[in-house]
T-cell receptor, first 111, second 113 residues
């Protein structure tokens, strides 16, 4: 079945460091890909998405490019802030709106 | 204005009890979902309704019964609660079924003692 694998956390960075969180997927067909963010004690927020190969999703300085050849959708940000500390989830949707999530990657940014 | 709201936010109850969680969205979406997040933060879909019709029913024990009285509401009733039901339950909604769930509620933390 379809699945999503993310890099293990926690990831700890200093403020203004470069962030990469790796995400790879296994799916039939052409899924849409998503990144969600969960701040402590809150629900999930859609961060960005891409619906077809080579699409780049971007929001709040975060970017991810849908790479069909490597089945990847890595999340990047050039300069992280303390306020970016959260858990990040990669997900895919193939049919019926059902989201299949990766295990989540906790990011901690230190001042 | 809250886009997707859930009540209650916290629910603590004894094993064997029956409880309900309510969800409402004011976004005009036609598709609503229930997701379960376990203690390791792993998220898994439970149910999905489109225009009040059940379209996704994952392998969830039949102690869990969703009900959608209208497109803006999706409730979750759980019978005979077990320790393993302890989790955070998230409601979500979307317009249509092709684009994943765009909006999640704040979650209901259920603790079964």
């Amino acid at each position: 079945g379809d699945s999503v694998t993310q890099m293990e956390g926690p990831v700890t960075l200093s403020e203004e460091a470069f962030l990469t969180i790796n995400c790879t997927y296994t799916a039939t067909g052409y899924p849409s890909l998503f990144w969600y963010v969960q701040y402590p004690g809150e629900g999930l927020q859609l961060l960005l998405k891409a619906t077809k190969a080579d699409d780049k999703g971007s929001n709040k300085g975060f970017e991810a490019t849908y790479r069909k050849e490597t089945t990847s959708f890595h999340l990047e940000k050039g300069s992280v802030q303390v306020s970016d500390s959260a858990v990040y989830f990669c997900a895919l949707s193939n049919q019926g709106g059902k989201l299949i999530f990766g295990q989540g990657t906790e990011l901690s940014v230190k001042p | 204005d809250t886009a997707v709201s859930q009540t209650p936010k916290y629910l603590v109850t004894q094993m064997g009890n029956d409880k309900s969680i309510k969800c409402e969205q004011n976004l005009g979406h036609d598709t609503m979902y229930w997701y379960k997040q376990d203690s390791k933060k792993f998220l898994k879909i439970m149910f999905s309704y489109n225009n009040k019709e059940l379209i996704i029913n994952e392998t969830v024990p039949n102690r869990f019964s969703p009900k959608s009285p209208d497109k803006a509401h999706l409730n979750l009733h759980i019978n005979s609660l077990e320790l393993g039901d302890s989790a955070v339950y998230f409601c979500a909604s979307s317009l249509g079924t092709s684009g994943g769930a765009g909006y999640f509620g704040p979650g209901t933390r259920l603790t079964v003692l």
